[in-house]
């Protein structure tokens, strides 16, 4: 772990402890330009982590601090995402498969974060699915699957019982957006296959997702 530290973060607001990891792809070609942006005190965005390529780690804001990576959103219905999240960014041009050594590095830190503030599989997101209408990271590019193999994130199978797409997603977690929006940011992560109109196969996925987040999701 290299400390490369940013000015870009603040205290957690009203006492508050990360529950959730949020993940990014950078949208840039190099660790070295992500660097340079993320500690920029005129940008105002940073992350508490970033991983390049390679699975070199740095990290640029101390865990119990907030750092700036979320922006507007929610997630089960909670605000101010920063204050209750850890952010990690990938060095990925969001165009791209993420290299191995880049997921295994991610897989040691996700271990270490989730061990020491209690989050749950389950509180592993996207910045895509706190903020759909926004964002597209880290994109169906990401191994998701991956991820919930190592103990790390949540990938149900599909159910045999299509229900309504759109209460599924609010059940997730999902916050208000457009439908198209809202459908995007799904397949992104759990359908990155689907295409073309909502289907069946969506709806139960989705169904099959709500059911697994619902058992998995600690109290508020």
Not at 156 to 180: K, M, N, W
Request: glycine share 8%.
């Amino acid at each position: 772990m290299i400390w490369h530290p940013s000015p870009n973060f603040g205290p957690r607001r009203d006492g508050l402890q990360p529950r959730y990891i949020v993940l990014h792809y950078t949208a840039m070609g190099c660790a070295g330009a992500a660097l340079e942006r993320l500690c920029d005190p005129t940008c105002e965005v940073s992350a508490h982590y970033l991983v390049d390529r390679d699975g070199t780690c740095f990290q640029m804001v101390a865990e119990n601090k907030r750092a700036w990576h979320a922006g507007a959103g929610a997630w089960a219905g909670l605000s101010d995402i920063n204050s209750r999240s850890i952010g990690i960014e990938l060095v990925n041009t969001g165009t791209e498969p993420f290299a191995a050594p880049q997921m295994r590095a991610l897989e040691g830190l996700l271990s270490h974060i989730m061990t020491r503030w209690k989050i749950a599989p389950v509180d592993v997101i996207g910045h895509s699915d706190m903020a759909p209408e926004r964002k597209q990271d880290p994109g169906p590019r990401f191994d998701w699957r991956g991820l919930a193999r190592a103990g790390l994130g949540v990938w149900p199978e599909i159910a045999t019982d299509p229900v309504d797409f759109d209460a599924s997603l609010t059940r997730i977690g999902y916050p208000s957006a457009s439908a198209q929006d809202r459908l995007a940011a799904f397949r992104a992560r759990f359908r990155p296959e689907g295409f073309g109109p909502l289907c069946a196969q969506d709806r139960a996925r989705a169904a099959s997702v709500a059911r697994a987040f619902e058992q998995m999701r600690r109290p508020v």
